[in-house]
């Protein structure tokens, strides 16, 4: 086997309207921030999409904005549809409240954590405005992905992911990430 294997691992990003779901992705992917970012991937037009969106997904972020309690309230909306249109059991979930870097917060961390908790889910607050807990909830998600075998061995045929020293249990989030 080769020192160096890559595969490519399918990751949904889920939530209402404007809880910065694109946000997000930019910060990690690009390390930049839109305040004009339009998020339209939860609009009705793309709603005909919804199952090939789902299927074979290995893990999934769940965006919550702390400033918003009704995208909170709709968090079970959402997973059961990925209940629905999943074709995977042990697909890993992150629930990630977003724009923490925002005044007049409607949910407080306690309530994110009991929800998480509820729902076997990892657990993060996050801003993508100042980059807080971002990276932290790719890497962790990841993780835990990389820690279920099932989840990517048929994938790659069975050849694994391999990663280095560096990348193994580095605890690079500081924190920000609950396990729950």
Partial sequence: MEDDTLTTLKILIIGESGVGKSSLLLRF????????QADTAGQERFRTLTPSYYRGAQGVILVYDVTRRETFTKLDNWLNELETYCTRNDLVKMLV????DKENHELD?????????KHSTLFIE?????????QCAFEELVEKIIQTPGLWQSETHGRGI???DEDAGSGS???YCSLV
């Avoid at 409240?97 to 923490?100: D, H, M, P, V």
């Fill in 29 to 36: 992917t690009d390390d930049t921030f839109d305040p004009e």
């Fill in 97 to 100: 409240g977003n724009k923490i």
């Fill in 109 to 117: 961390r306690a309530e994110g954590l009991k929800f998480a908790r």
């Fill in 126 to 134: 996050a801003s993508a405005k100042t980059r807080d807990g971002v």
């Fill in 162 to 164: 391999q990663l280095t």
């Fill in 173 to 175: 989030c500081g924190g």
